[in-house]
Each structure stands twice: as C-alpha cells, then as structure tokens.
C-alpha cells in the first residue's frame, strides 16, 4: 500500500515559484495498476518520482508498506519506521532500504550503451551482496520473464525500441521489487508495441502481484490495464476513482477531454464545426453513454415506440473496460418536444447518461 498525504513541490524558476505538486492526497492499494494521467506540466512526473525520493518533496508524507512513512517538512525528510511512533531525520540507510523495494522505467530506457542486455540487467544487483553465479541465474530468470532470452548478448543498438524497454523492465524487477514505477514509459513507442508492452506488465502484475503506477499522457494507456486511476492539473488531483466509473461520468474538464479524445464519439466536435451535424428545427442532437447497467438493452427502439419520436444513429461506439462495456451513442431526436423530454427521463430512469449538445427545439 501506497499512501500520500498532502504531498507539496515546488520548484523556483527566474521568473516564477512552479507548484509541480500542489496538495496531492492518494491512496494506491497492494497488487493493483494505478494510472496517473495528466497533459504536460500537469505534475505527474514529479509526483512518482517523490515517491522513491528522486525529488525530496517540499511538504506532505508518503507511507509504503515495509518501509515506513517518510515525512516531509520544509524540505527536510523525516523517517517513522513501520509500527513505531519515533520519528529519526530520514539517512541513506532508509532511502536505500526504501529503494529496493521499488523499480523504476523511464521513457528513454536509460540502457547503458557499452554494455550487454545480460549486463544492463545485472546492473543493479552488482552491490547486493550476491555472488556471480546467483546474478547470473537470476538475470536468466529475468530474460526469459521478459521474453529476450536470445538477446543476452546483444547490446542495445542491436534492439529495437519495444526490446530496450523489455530490458528496462526486466533491470527494474531485478531485485524483486514490491512496487513498479513506470514514467510514461511507452510514449516513445509505436502502438503495436506499446500494446505489447503493457500486456507484458499486466502480466507481470499478475504473475509477481507487483504493485504498478503507471505514469502517462494517454487516456489509452489508462484504460487497457489500470485498475484505478487519478487525473492531475495543475500540480493537483482533480478526479480519481474506477477507470470504468471515471470514463463511464466524468467530472472535471480536463478529465472530460482526455475521456473524449479516447472515446469513439471525440469526432462530434469536429463534425460540428465542419457544419457536418446541426441541429434542425424541431430536432436535438443527444449524446447517450450506457454504463454497464444498461449497455445491453434495445432502449432507443424502445424509447421510439413507446414515446413516438425519432432517433437516428449518427455515431456509436462500444468499448471494453475492465472487461466490462461502455457504450456511447450520437443520436438525433425529431419529435413533439414534450415527448422528447419524456424520453430523455426514461433513458436517465435506466441509467444511461444524456448530454443534448444541439437544441432545435427551443
């Protein structure tokens, strides 16, 4: 478990305090994916990497499981070890202890060029006390875990990208850490790999129960495998919950626009202002999601008997979250207004969200 209480950073530039992390509470649970989500300068760099202390935070706490709660106050950090109440300024040795327990995959892999695949994931264990032949049999362990068995001795310009970030996972895990920190680690990557890529960490999670929290700008990223998610701006948290309850309703813009530039329905903007959809008169254009509660059900022929309006299909789309649906219609509904609003109730009645983007009616 990871928890973070009122995390603050600031950083001073020539011209201006920056509050990189202004205020963050989170709680990430044991053995799940958590994504990070947020548009550049949002400060979700910054916040994982306070979490391993590669930034000393300004403010706030960070308790790990094992490690204790690390405390932070006017820039100085303080330790309290696990099921004690005695708090010691924070030394290399906590740090240290702290930092076996975590790996870390950045976007550009990091690799060291002059050196092996085998090498690059030894790397780390070379002061563990361990002798040869146990890194060599756990760098093993780790080639095959990670699919490159026949790369060993390969260096990382003879790899492609989506095999550099395959050896930067595999170096990360090489202490068996408890948590997995992944800092926009497929950006870099085309889309067939990076699908690769988070397959190969869900089953990492899956297989080890290694927490992961996976940092990113891609909304697709957080959807095909965090189990929870928070959505950052502006140094805060501004949503956080369920990745299928965040798409399904979200609340704050900015996590209204991530949502929409995923979702099969984000060309509706577009169609608009290219004069494409317009709402004639005695017509509305409604945008309809359907949560899990109502995906499967033939509501529009329903609502169309029942109320006596029309609805056209202008746009649909159905998604898989979490192996659950969420489905998304764009509809233009022509009738007797009143009917028309009679129907709008009856599909909020069954749980389906309705937007009216365009009102001819009025």
Known sequence: MIEIRDLKKTFQTEKQFVHAVNGVSLKINDGEIYGVVGYSGAGKSTLVRCINFLETPDEGSITISGSGTFTARSGRLYHTAEGSTKEVPAGEKQLRDLRRNIGMIFQH????????????????????????????????????????????????????????????????????????????????????????????????????????????HEMGVVKSICDRMAVMENGRVVEEGNVYDVFANPQADSTKRFVGASFGLSNVTRLQESGFITAAPDTRLIRLTYGRESVGEALISEVSRIFNVNMSIILANVEILQDMPLGGLLIEATGDPLAVDQAIRYLEERNVKVEVILNGMD
Do not use: C, H, M, W
């Not at 050196?115 to 361990?130: C, K």
């Not at 988070?198 to 929290?213: C, M, P």
């Open 109 to 216: 892999f990091n690799l060291l060029d002059r050196s092996t695949v085998a090498e690059n994931i030894a790397y780390p264990l070379q002061y563990t006390g361990r002798s040869k032949a146990e890194i060599e049999a756990r760098v093993q362990e780790l080639l095959k875990l990670v699919d490159l068995s026949d790369k060993a001795g390969a260096y990382p310009a003879e790899l492609s990208g989506g095999q550099k970030q395959r050896v930067a996972i595999a170096r990360a895990l090489a202490g068996s850490p408890k948590i997995l920190l992944s800092d926009e680690a497929t950006s870099a990557l085309d889309p067939d790999v990076t699908e690769s890529i988070l397959a190969l960490l869900k089953e990492l999670n899956t297989r080890l129960g290694v927490t992961i929290v996976l940092i990113t």
